[in-house]
């Protein structure tokens, strides 16, 4: 069956890169049809997505984080990973990633468990 | 960027009501519009695709309609599970996407 799993620190600092690994199970990063974004929720806040990226290796970013996000994926391991440099509190959330397949509406079909993250300054 | 503005933003329901939520976009969005249900603690799970189509598994009290730039979540009676917090998603800007700030649906 189809899972993700987030993995990364519990707790960063302010200023530090945030790196979280993506590990997903039950379909291959290098199909046509798939891909993953990053969605992250603060404390009681609404989602807020950050990242994809496609099966042909396109990217893509929120505008508002643009200059601090980069993504990529190592196909044979079957993960993907985000960095988040400069983290702040305002960084503070649980971060997901989760699946989308091109031809069901380009809808989010499967969702790991989500991280969470606190920044501490 | 595209927004999407969900109203209300809580609904105080009962099991067995219907229950109607309103998401808009800033733009045309044609059909390109999902619905998720959030349990507290949970991930989002996919209720609904391309405004009307029922995600598999889905029961079919979830219903969605609309197009262009208006669009609505119903369901028809409530159950337990469904006090929850609602989220529209836009995927028309693919692959840019944005979700609307949630409707939390309680026990009145």
């Known amino acids: 069956q189809v899972t993700l799993k987030e993995s990364g620190p519990v707790l960063v600092k302010t200023t530090e890169t945030l790196t979280l690994t993506c590990t997903v199970s039950g379909f291959s990063l290098s199909n046509a049809k798939m891909g993953v974004s990053w969605i992250r929720q603060s404390p009681g806040k609404a989602l807020e997505w950050l990242s994809h990226?496609?099966?042909?290796?396109?990217?893509s970013y929120s505008t508002s984080l643009k200059s601090r996000l980069t993504v990529s994926k190592d196909t044979s391991k079957s993960q993907v990973v985000l960095t988040m440099t400069n983290m702040d509190p305002a960084d503070t959330a649980t971060y997901y990633c989760?699946?989308?397949?091109?031809?069901?509406?380009?809808?989010?079909?499967?969702w790991g468990q989500g991280t969470l993250v606190t920044v501490s300054s | 960027d595209i927004q999407l503005t969900q109203s209300p933003s809580f609904v105080s329901a009962s099991v067995g009501d219907r229950v109607t939520i309103t998401c808009r976009a800033s733009r045309d969005v044609k059909s390109w519009l999902a619905w998720y249900r959030q349990k507290p603690g949970k991930a989002p799970e996919l209720l609904i695709y391309t405004t009307s189509t029922l995600q598999r598994g889905v029961p079919s009290r979830f219903s969605g309609s609309g197009s262009g730039t208006s669009f609505t979540l119903t369901i028809s009676s409530l159950q337990p599970e469904d006090f929850a917090t609602y989220y529209c998603q836009q995927a028309y800007s693919f692959p840019l996407f944005t979700f609307g700030l949630g409707t939390k649906v309680d026990v009145k």
């Open positions: 990226i496609s099966s042909n290796d396109e990217k």
């Open positions: 989760a699946r989308l397949t091109r031809g069901y509406g380009d809808a989010f079909d499967f």
